[in-house]
């Protein structure tokens, strides 16, 4: 059962990334399976070449840090293969309509009041599912926001295959039991986001202790006055029992019925996140310092993917006729 997921440099890494997928990642990976950073798609907004570098790194060290192992599964950076992802995002191009495209919610969520809206933004879902169908993976673990991308994925794979013949495997989306989709802490309408304006309801996995404290003392709750899990009408203080469960193993209703009030709430949910992330952030900050080992990890994971996509993407030359 290959998996394949990615995250993109396109902001500083947070909790939602983290228990949406990266912990996901780090918990449950066999041989072969493939996570990497996709550096393309930060492309797809205004971007700063140097900025995009650093954090690219700084990414890829998280994967590793997080206890995703560079021995079993491959990890890499997109560009590594920027020639495979390309090619096999134009065959995708040309598969899908312009219609289904212009559904995308995220798309239309991010191109909303921008000006010079880049056609990489438009066109992102379909790198996104040659990522996926070019390393013929099964399994996709994502965050929740990802689900349509993914159906997009699905409706490609199967469509080519119908036209051209069964080249690609048609993947399916896998999301976490709790903290799909990890709320803003100041906003718990909206998902937790590497690039909302207001960083004060964003964890990011590299704050340091007391930032993540401050942080989740001030996340917004409600004026029931009730540890409730009830994510429909107490959105912030479920969002809390949700990222509590997260980090403890345990399950956001059982907890609430521990739990007096939201003080003890919020002070137990810093608690939990603060020795989540220690480890992680004390692992990016060793990995950083070793340039030498790290350019080493990264091309051994490109290495491997790129022998493992080869036959697959020869595949889809010869029966679309470019070979
Ligand atoms: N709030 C979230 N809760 C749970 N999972 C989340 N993910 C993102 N936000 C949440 C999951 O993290 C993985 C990597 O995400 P991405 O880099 O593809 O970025 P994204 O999904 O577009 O969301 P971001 O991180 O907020 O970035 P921006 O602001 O650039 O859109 C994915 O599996 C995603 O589901």
């Known amino acids: 059962m290959t998996q394949f997921s990615g995250i993109q440099p396109t902001g500083l890494t947070h909790l939602g990334n983290y228990l949406g997928a990266i912990r996901q990642w780090a918990a449950r990976h066999h041989r072969d399976d493939l996570f990497c950073v996709v550096d393309l798609h930060a492309m797809t907004i205004r971007h700063n070449p140097n900025v995009l570098r650093a954090r690219a790194r700084e990414q890829l060290a998280m994967l590793i840090a997080a206890g995703v192992n560079p021995d079993i599964a491959c990890v890499f950076t997109q560009s590594d293969l920027i020639q495979e992802h390309a090619a096999l995002t134009w065959v995708l191009e040309c598969v ?21 809206v880049r056609a990489g933004l438009f066109t992102y879902p379909v790198l996104m599912a040659a990522d996926i169908l070019l390393h013929g993976a099964e399994e996709v673990p ?20 119908a036209t051209y013949g069964e080249v690609l495997t048609v993947p399916r989306a896998v999301t976490p039991r709790v903290a799909a989709r990890v709320a803003d802490l100041a906003a718990p309408e909206r998902k937790m986001s590497k690039s909302s304006g207001d960083q004060s309801g964003t964890v990011l996995v590299l704050d340091p202790p007391e930032l993540i404290r401050r942080k989740i003392m001030r996340a917004v709750t409600d004026q ?17 029992l949700d990222i509590l469960a997260a980090c403890t193993n345990g399950e956001p209703r059982a907890l609430a019925e521990q739990i007096s009030g939201y003080a003890e709430l919020k002070e137990r949910t810093a608690e939990a996140v603060i020795e989540e992330l220690r480890p992680v952030r004390e692992g990016v900050r060793e990995l950083l310092a070793d340039p030498a080992e790290l350019d080493q990890l990264r091309a051994h994971g490109a290495e491997r993917a790129r022998a493992g996509c080869a036959h697959r993407l020869e595949a889809v030359l010869k029966v679309t006729g470019l070979r």
């Open 96 to 116: 899908v309509s312009y219609g289904e495209l212009a559904r995308m919610t995220q798309f239309k969520d991010k191109a909303k009041g921008q000006d010079g």
């Open 224 to 240: 029931v006055g009730e540890v409730r899990y009830a994510p429909e009408s107490q959105p912030g203080v479920s969002n809390l």
């Open 142 to 161: 994502v965050g929740e926001d990802q689900r349509q991308h993914l159906e997009l994925a699905r409706t490609l794979a199967k469509r080519f295959n």
